[in-house]
């Protein structure tokens, strides 16, 4: 499908000026800039003899990975097959997932599985077998999970034990990368900052990128803080193309508790039984979809909306009473002990929730070996666009990819980087002074960030209309003309400005695409338009 292409300024190329003879040098074989689940399978394909140095921005155990619930989807069950899971995928993609990216994802899943195993995660089992449960736009039980309701977690542990023990990978945590540095039209490597050592050039023969979503965009999210954004940002910002950057998947059902934040209940609730009322306790489901409960998230979400409005109330409720209580608690300990902390009881309470943002569909755009546009540069997991997903993801379709794309970026890179010398030479890079920063803190950095994250989510959120994003650009190009243009001097200001940057991106994207398809809802625009199934690739220049 031939792609629409749009150009928003990037205002500027390093966030930050600097001297290269008064910065301190590292250099490794593989730089590996996020420690998810795409960034560790990374680096555990990465040959022993090359020095491979992870960048964290916060502890390692902080990320959207081990944050996931859900489980990872792979045909497992001899009553299943690949065709199953490719159609399931292709569907809930609405058209704008790539058939070849499906079908060969969905073909390594089950040895990726495997992969995941033989680094020491253990899957909950039903009879010595693993066990697998439906959730919404799966024809069949096929995600496999741990621990009940805390797979990321799990997977993450096994891990980050394998990364433990191998001598030639070193691990940088609470290390915030700044930018990519590009010498030539190519990945060098890139510049990072902690708070023990300052700011620190890190070159490399080869750099994956694998920083995870931006949910933290949004007010209502399902996502750590920390998901600001800031791959997606600093890729841009190295001359990369990003695409499909109006597609911000949100989940159904976030624990909606006022004044307390935001909890991810995971489908699987759903697949195992739940059903979704409103107010008044009517089962809704079935007014917008066949599939109730069940149907793809895109449309769930969007039902949950429209029956809000319909009730004037600030969510829904699930109710889990067709489980038996014994089967809730086995099954879904972590969601409970969240519920219990504000007095409610999954087997006998109804959970009042309501959608927020939770995986971020667009981003750098990669071939089906995890290869960017910008030389030297690949990239894996939910910062890429790999045409898996299309216009809405399938559950549990999320850390099979990252550990798909991983695989592949870690042994492409390996392989670039053993036929690569170590004749490392620092070239001489030109940064451009911005506007300073006023010492009398003249910008209210969090203030702003709030204001932000309301804007995106009223204006950019679940429903969309021309007047609605044509207001939130014009406002992020007047935030940004005094923001991103500042020379800010810690983590807080950068993500501000990576954050500022994608949401402009996002905004211009989804005014771009004038239709209603997956989870880029356009309520001006509410049909699907066949004819409009096109890629939005979006670059600085």
């Not at 964290?56 to 989807?73: E, H, L, T």
């Amino acid at each position: 499908m031939q792609p629409d292409q749009i150009i928003v300024p990037a205002l500027r190329r390093y966030l930050v000026p600097f001297d290269p003879k008064r910065v301190p040098h590292q250099f490794a074989d593989v730089l590996i800039l996020g420690g998810g689940i795409a960034g560790c399978r990374a680096a555990l394909q990465i040959d022993s003899s090359l020095r491979t140095i992870i960048v964290s921005k916060d502890q390692i155990s902080q990320s959207n990975s081990a944050w996931a619930q859900g489980g990872i989807a792979g045909v497992l069950d001899p009553l299943d097959d690949f065709a199953n899971h490719v159609a399931d995928t292709m569907m809930a993609g609405k058209g704008m997932c790539s058939q070849d990216v499906v079908e060969s994802v969905v073909q390594e899943a089950p040895d990726r599985i495997r992969d995941l195993m033989r680094f020491g995660a253990e899957f909950d089992r039903v009879q010595g077998e693993i066990a697998l449960t439906l959730e919404g736009g799966h024809s069949h039980p096929r995600v496999a999970h741990a621990l009940g309701d805390a797979t990321g977690k799990e997977v993450m542990r096994a891990m980050q034990q394998s990364i433990a023990e191998a001598d030639h990978i070193d691990l940088w945590q609470k290390t915030f990368t700044i930018d990519l540095l590009t010498v030539d039209g190519k990945c060098c490597g890139a510049l990072v900052w902690n708070p023990s050592h300052g700011r620190t050039f890190v070159w490399a023969k080869q750099t994956i990128l694998c920083t995870g979503g931006a949910g933290a965009l949004y007010r209502e999210t399902t996502n750590p803080p920390i998901a600001t954004a800031d791959g997606h940002a600093i890729a841009y910002r190295a001359g990369c193309e990003l695409r499909d950057m109006e597609f911000m998947q949100f989940h159904p059902t976030v624990l909606y508790i006022a004044g307390s934040s935001r909890h991810l209940i995971t489908e699987a609730v759903r697949g195992e039984g739940a059903h979704l009322v409103d107010a008044d306790g009517y089962r809704f489901m079935e007014d917008y979809d066949e599939r109730m409960e069940l149907a793809p998230r895109d449309v769930v979400s969007q039902a949950i909306t429209q029956q809000m409005a319909r009730t004037s109330h600030p969510c829904v409720y699930l109710d889990l009473s067709p489980i038996r209580e014994e089967k809730i608690r086995a099954r879904f300990p972590h969601i409970g002990r969240v519920c219990t902390e504000f007095g409610l009881d999954i087997t006998r309470d109804r959970v009042p929730v309501r959608p927020g943002a939770h995986y971020m569909i667009g981003g750098v755009t990669t071939d089906t070996e995890g290869r960017t546009s910008l030389p030297g540069l690949w990239a894996a997991g939910e910062v890429t666009s790999t045409g898996l997903h299309g216009a809405n993801r399938l559950a549990s379709n999320s850390l099979l990819e990252g550990v798909v794309y991983g695989l592949r970026c870690g042994k492409n890179a390996s392989d670039a980087a053993l036929g690569t010398s170590d004749s490392f030479t620092a070239p001489s890079l030109v940064s451009e002074k911005g506007l300073p920063h006023e010492t009398d803190e003249t910008l209210d950095l969090t203030d702003i960030r709030n204001a932000l994250r309301s804007l995106m989510w009223r204006s950019v959120g679940i429903s969309r209309t021309e007047q609605e994003l044509s207001t939130a650009r014009a406002q992020l190009d007047f935030w940004a003309n005094y923001v991103c243009r500042r020379d800010l001097t810690e983590p807080a200001g950068w993500e501000l400005q990576n954050m500022m940057l994608v949401s402009r991106v996002m905004a211009a994207a989804a005014l771009s695409r004038q239709e209603s398809r997956g989870v880029h809802l356009r309520t001006d625009y509410p049909e699907t338009d066949e004819a409009a199934a096109r890629h939005i690739t979006v670059s600085s220049a």
